[in-house]
């Protein structure tokens, strides 16, 4: 019994060391391994799993919009780069540099992509001439390399896998409408598959991405109160353009600069599953992002007869994502080793079920079982995959709003940030010196300025000015 236990007990509690259960969540569920490149993870066929699931979840939805996929080159010339003053100050500390093609120093250095507005730009310069090749609405899949200093398994790594969708427009307000809809894309897939309850609303000017007009983002909650920037969505406007010379004929033949957007959501929501949904038993995944949705665990599996039903109930469940468990490890070993990896249904079969015609359904979200007869357990799996995919949710929810405190004046401000966890909604001046005095006094940053506005006071919570805007601030990864 006491190895049956082992894997569990190799889990940090959170209740103890939030970041150390993380890690080693991570690691024991066998999502990741490290790599001997510092700062970069291997990611392995378990966390890979969620990641293609996502992956697939989001192409759908943005070819839904009419967004097609395309592939730019890794490598961006520094001259290049340098062409959007704001842009490459803003990445400069993150850039990792090639000099040498072989054993030759290259005239010009290339950076490895940390973004690709600058290639993008650079492709559309060319391929764009006239109002009739707008909009452009392409997206890539691929991984960017950015020099962090302090790296997290897929929070934050020197190297991860992303999306990156570029658009190009003929007007400014075609721009605003595409990367509000992008925003609205990513908030819907984090609610509706990933059981995350998202924020969402405008960064500040402070916080905007380099080169932007505008940035927009979703935030989200995670466990221990500390907010994740889930998906950002940002406006460029025309300034791009002018650097790159992205022009086309108008229907009056007249010469106009594009306007773009970018958007962009990462393996790091793979981090956020983990940190809004786990537990001290390891990973709790939601249905719709599980790699294996139903495990069947045979019990006395050499008894004759077992294997075989377990077989037969796993092609009656053929059309969810179900394995069977048939391994030589004890029972109570593949419970644990299911718990540990989040699958979110397990069914217990054994030559007593069998008899008796019927199954064990244990809920991995709870751990709550109930016996199903054979003849009813594609529809009970069916109900119960989308009860936890919705109880998961409205849990996570809860979560937030129980960790969601209002502040009226600095002295409950700073009660909150040192007493308690999660978001703070206060009034804000809008002087970007305040918004930094807030983070280096406290620690909590400007999360977003929510698209819906509460009126908590008439002052800015920090230096009594006359408030503009209700922010969320709070701690963040």
Wanted: net charge negative; aromatic share 10%; charged share 25%.
């Amino acid at each position: 019994m006491a190895k049956e236990k082992k894997l569990v007990e190799q889990i940090t509690s959170m209740e103890e060391d939030f970041a150390q259960w993380y890690t080693d969540v991570c690691i024991k569920a066998d999502l990741i391994s490290y790599a001997s490149v510092k700062g970069c993870m291997v990611i392995k066929p378990a966390g890979y799993a969620i990641w293609e699931l996502i992956q697939k979840n989001l192409d759908e939805r943005f070819k839904e919009t009419g967004v097609e996929n395309v592939y730019l080159p890794m490598f961006i010339p520094e001259g290049l780069l340098q062409k959007e003053k704001d842009h490459v100050e803003g990445f400069a500390p993150e850039v990792a540099w090639v000099t040498h093609g072989g054993l030759n120093e290259l005239p010009e250095r290339m950076c490895v992509r940390p973004t690709s507005e600058t290639l993008f730009c650079d492709f559309y310069a060319n391929d764009i001439t006239s109002y009739r090749d707008l909009p452009k609405l392409y997206n890539q899949w691929c991984s960017v390399v950015r020099w962090e200093k302090e790296t997290r398994p897929f929070l934050r790594s020197r190297e991860f896998l992303w999306q990156e969708g570029h658009t190009a427009h003929a007007t400014a307000e075609e721009a605003e409408q595409r990367t509000i809809q992008m925003l609205n894309v990513y908030a819907d897939f984090c609610e509706e598959v990933l059981a995350i309850p998202v924020i969402k609303g405008q960064k500040t000017e402070k916080e905007k991405f380099a080169g932007a007009v505008a940035t927009y983002t979703i935030e989200s909650l995670m466990h221990d109160g500390k907010a994740l920037q889930s998906g950002t969505s940002h406006n460029f406007g025309d300034g791009f353009a002018k650097a790159f010379g992205v022009q086309y004929a108008s229907k009056d033949n007249k010469l106009e600069y594009v306007h773009q957007t970018s958007w962009g959501m990462t393996t790091r929501m793979i981090g956020a599953i983990i940190m809004v949904h786990g537990d001290n038993s390891g990973l709790v995944l939601p249905p719709k992002i599980a790699p294996t949705q139903v495990m069947i665990i045979p019990i006395m599996q050499k008894k004759e007869g077992v294997l075989d039903k377990a077989y037969e109930l796993k092609d009656m469940l053929s059309h969810f994502r179900v394995k069977v468990d048939d391994t030589d490890k004890s029972p109570g070993w593949k419970f644990s080793e299911q718990e540990m990896r989040g699958i979110p249904l397990r069914v217990e079969i054994g030559p007593r079920d069998i008899e008796a015609g019927k199954c064990m359904v244990v809920r991995r979200d709870n751990g709550q079982k109930q016996e199903v007869a054979f003849e009813e357990l594609d529809k009970a799996v069916a109900q119960l995959l989308d009860t936890i995919q919705k109880d998961m949710y409205h849990m996570a929810l809860t979560h937030r709003e129980e960790n969601t405190h209002t502040a009226a004046n600095w002295t409950e401000f700073c009660d909150i940030v040192n007493n308690k966890q999660g978001f703070i909604k206060a009034m804000w001046c809008g002087e970007t010196e305040c918004e930094e005095a807030i983070k280096n006094e406290t620690g909590a940053s400007t999360r977003c300025i929510p698209f819906k506005q509460e009126k908590i006071s008439d002052v800015c919570v920090h230096c009594g000015k006359s408030a503009k805007k209700m922010l969320y601030f709070g701690r963040a990864y």
